[in-house]
């Protein structure tokens, strides 16, 4: 059974940092491009970060460059999304996504970025 759980959101003031976790199994991770999404209160889903099986190309939404890194460790079968630099417009549950025949979601992680 395909399982992402989520880990690592919180309250958080702007400005300051978080990291995100989406520990995989059931499936081999190596093979799989993954990405990141997030959803904000009354807003489409949107894609955050994206990252190739072996972890060599990434790509990220404008809104995001240069302040979300997106990374993984194989040999731990787990997605990383570093954010920094946080604004309150960040404010989302946050998913990681396993594209593929079958598409799998995790359950979420919420972050928010409030004074």
């Known amino acids: 059974e395909v399982q992402l759980v989520e880990s690592g959101g919180g309250l958080v003031q702007p400005g300051r940092s978080l990291r995100l976790s989406c520990a995989a199994s059931?499936?081999?991770?190596?093979?799989?491009?993954m990405t990141w999404y997030r959803q904000a209160p009354g807003r489409e889903r949107e894609l955050v970060a994206s990252?190739?099986?072996?972890?060599?190309?990434?790509g990220y939404a404008d809104s995001v460059k240069g302040r979300f890194t997106i990374s993984r460790d194989n040999a731990k079968n787990t997605l990383y999304l570093q954010m920094n630099n946080l604004k309150p417009e960040d404010t989302a549950v946050y998913y990681c996504?396993?594209?593929?025949?079958?598409?799998?979601w995790g359950q979420g992680t919420q972050v928010t970025v409030s004074s």
């Open positions: 059931g499936f081999t991770f190596s093979s799989y491009s």
């Open positions: 996504r396993r594209p593929g025949l079958t598409i799998y």
């Open positions: 990252i190739s099986s072996g972890g060599g190309s990434t």
